[in-house]
C-alpha cells in the first residue's frame, strides 16, 4: 500500500520552525511575518546559540606562562617571608678559660738494700765421753780442732780432756757438694788415650799404602776416620790411630793394654756421714768407670785411722756397692773417723802362692771420710 502524499505544500517559520501552511503570512506560533512570494523561499538555517570564544595557545607558550606564574609566586612568598622573619642577634657569652695548675709527682726512691747480717748460730754442747779426744770430736761433728780449740780456750796441743767435761761445738762451716763428674764410656776413653798423627793425603797415596806405612790396619783407619770405601783423595786429612798398631812382630810380642780408666765418682755416704749405733749397715757407693774386662775390678779400701790404731781393709769386687764388715766397726762408745776411696785395678798375673797381683788400672777417686761409733754405749751430744 502507498502512503498518501500530503494535499497541500507546508512551509516552516524561520523563526521557531513550526511547520504551516504554505499560504500563510503570519506564524501562529511566534507571530513572524513570513513571505508572500510566488515561490517558496529557502527554508531558513537553523538558529545557533552564542559560543565562549575559544584561545588556541602552543606548548612552548604554556609552558612560558607556567614558569612565570611559578616565578611569581615564589617571589611573593620570599617577599613575605622576609617582612615576618625577625632576626635575633646572638648573645656573646663569656668563655671561662680555666688554667691547669702543675702538680708535682715525688719521684720514687729505689730503696737501697741494707746488708743484715746473718745470725751467728748458738754452739752446741757435748760432754766429753771416756775415749775422745780432740781428733775424734772434730771429725765426729764436721769441725777443725783449731776451732774447738779457740772456742773453748783450750791449749793448743788440746790434751787436758777429761771424762765429763763439756765442750762447746761450733756449727760446722757448709761446704759446696762436689758435683760428679762425667765419666767417660770404654770407648770415649780408648779414643782419648789413643796417640794419634795427622796426616795429608799426597799424589800418589792410596789407603793400603798408608796402612802399610803406619802398619795400621785399612779397617781401622776407615772405622777412625768415617771413611766408607778404600778410596781417598788428595789433600784429604786423615787421623792415623797409632793404638791400632799391629804388635810387633817376634817370638813373644806384647799385648796391647787398654788405656787407663778415669777416676770413679763416688756417690754415697756423703763426706762427713755420721752412723750411729742403730745403724748396721754401712754401704759404699760409686759410678761405673765403663765395662770393665774379665780380669779387671774395683779396689776398695776402706781405713780406720782413729786415735793413731791404723785399721786398714782393702777389698776386690767387680760391682759398684760395697757393704763394709762389721768386723771394721770399733768396739768403744767414742765414734771412729773412717776414710775410703776406689781404684780401678787389672790382674796382672799370680804370686807364689797363686794368689792375683793387682796393678792400677785407672785414676783413684777422691777420698772421703765417714764416722762410725761403735757398739758401746753412744755418747749423744747435747742440744
Not at 503570512?25 to 517558496?40: F, M, Y
Not at 785399612?218 to 781417598?232: F, H, P, T
Request: glycine fraction near 6%; hydrophobic fraction near 40%.
Amino acid at each position: 500500500m502507498k502512503s498518501e502524499s500530503p494535499t497541500k505544500n507546508t512551509k516552516l517559520c524561520p523563526t521557531c520552525g513550526t511547520r504551516l501552511s504554505e499560504d500563510a503570512s503570519r506564524c501562529l506560533v511566534c507571530g513572524a511575518e513570513l513571505s508572500t512570494a510566488d515561490k517558496p523561499s529557502k527554508p531558513a538555517q537553523a538558529i545557533q546559540g552564542s559560543r565562549i570564544p575559544s584561545l588556541t595557545l602552543s606548548l612552548p607558550i604554556v609552558l612560558g606562562f607556567i614558569f612565570l606564574f611559578l616565578s611569581i609566586g615564589a617571589g611573593s612568598v620570599y617577599y613575605a617571608l622576609q617582612q615576618n622573619t625577625v632576626v635575633v642577634e646572638p648573645t656573646i657569652t663569656p668563655t671561662i678559660t680555666s688554667t691547669v695548675t702543675a702538680t708535682l709527682t715525688p719521684t720514687p726512691v729505689t730503696p737501697v738494700p741494707t746488708d743484715t747480717p746473718a745470725p751467728t748460730p748458738t754452739p752446741l754442747s757435748y760432754r766429753v765421753a771416756a775415749g775422745d779426744n780432740c781428733s775424734s770430736i772434730a771429725f765426729a761433728f764436721g769441725v777443725s780442732i783449731q776451732s774447738i780449740v779457740l772456742l773453748n780456750d783450750l791449749p793448743a796441743s788440746c790434751d787436758t780432756l777429761f771424762e765429763g767435761q763439756t765442750l762447746l761445738i761450733p756449727h760446722p762451716t757448709p761446704t759446696a757438694t762436689q758435683l760428679p763428674t762425667a765419666t767417660m764410656s770404654e770407648a770415649e776413653a780408648t779414643r782419648a788415650a789413643c796417640g794419634e798423627v795427622d796426616y795429608i793425603v799426597q799424589d800418589n797415596d792410596t789407603l793400603s799404602s798408608i796402612s802399610a806405612n803406619y802398619a795400621v790396619p785399612i779397617a781401622a783407619l776407615k772405622s777412625y776416620n768415617g771413611l766408607v770405601s778404600d778410596n781417598v783423595r788428595s789433600g784429604q786429612p786423615l787421623k792415623i790411630p797409632l793404638c791400632e798398631r799391629a804388635a810387633t812382630p817376634g817370638p813373644s810380642p806384647t799385648p796391647t793394654l787398654p788405656p787407663p780408666y778415669a777416676a770413679p765418682n763416688l756417690l754415697l755416704p756423703q763426706d762427713g756421714t755420721r752412723f750411729l749405733q742403730a745403724d748396721t749397715v754401712v754401704a759404699l757407693q760409686w759410678a761405673a768407670v765403663g765395662t770393665l774386662r774379665d780380669n779387671e775390678a774395683y779396689a776398695a779400701t776402706i781405713v780406720d785411722f782413729t786415735d793413731g790404731d791404723e785399721k786398714k781393709l782393702v777389698e776386690y769386687i767387680t760391682d759398684t756397692k760395697f757393704i763394709v764388715p762389721q768386723s771394721m766397726r770399733p768396739i768403744e762408745a767414742a765414734p771412729h773417723v773412717f776414710r775410703w776411696w776406689i781404684i780401678p785395678v787389672r790382674q796382672t798375673g799370680t804370686d807364689d802362692s797363686g794368689n792375683p797381683i793387682w796393678e792400677p788400672a785407672g785414676n783413684p777417686s777422691v777420698q772421703r771420710v765417714f764416722i762410725w761409733i761403735g757398739i758401746g754405749a753412744a755418747a749423744t751430744p747435747g742440744p
